[in-house]
């Protein structure tokens, strides 16, 4: 199933299409009225290729992106996948309750004005050049992203001296 909506004003519902493949979405954007599809500007929509291959070859004037919640997810795994790994490479085993990688594993989620006053403290810009370690994940060849510019641990705690 593919829920279609229409962000106009209050979010609608405009359907729910049979299926959830490129073909599906194509067919059913091709059912809509000329009129309709000259109206469209954007589509906004998760990660499934098929949805943006259908947009482009149905609508090709039309902006494609990927829908907010999706970027944020799709970053926060790929955060969580560079923990994981410095962890990794620093002590040499999963994160444990005391080890800070596993410890702030939240904090690094976290949006610099929603941190509480205990995770503040730690919170400083960094340089991701400069004073993370630069790790590539295991059978990743993109570069790692991250939701927000920002660390909860110093330089010497990253390095497993502190």
């Known amino acids: 199933m593919t829920p279609v909506c229409d962000k106009t004003g209050s979010a609608r519902l405009l359907d729910v299409v049979e299926g ?22 954007g589509v906004a929509m998760e990660g499934f290729s098929g949805f943006k291959t259908a947009t482009v070859e149905e609508l ?9 919640f999706h970027v944020v997810r799709l970053a ?10 410095a962890q990794l490479a620093t002590h040499g085993h999963r994160g444990r309750k005391t080890d800070p990688l596993y410890a ?27 004073s993370m370690p630069r790790l590539k994940p295991p059978g990743r060849s993109t570069k790692v992203g991250r939701r927000r510019q920002g660390r909860c641990l110093s330089g010497q ?5 502190a």
């Not at 959830?20 to 500007?41: G, I, M, N, T």
């Not at 705690?157 to 001296?161: L, Q």
């Open 20 to 41: 959830r493949s490129k073909k599906a979405f194509q067919q059913w954007l091709a059912d809509r009225p000329k009129d309709w599809r000259d109206h469209v500007e």
């Open 60 to 68: 090709p004037d039309v902006a494609t992106v990927m829908a907010p």
């Open 104 to 130: 702030c594993r939240r904090t690094l989620q976290t949006g610099a004005d929603l941190l509480t006053d205990k995770q503040r403290p730690g919170w400083q810009p960094y340089s991701l050049s400069t």
């Open 76 to 85: 926060g795994n790929a955060l969580d996948e560079w923990r994981r790994g």
């Open 157 to 161: 705690a990253m390095r497993g001296t």
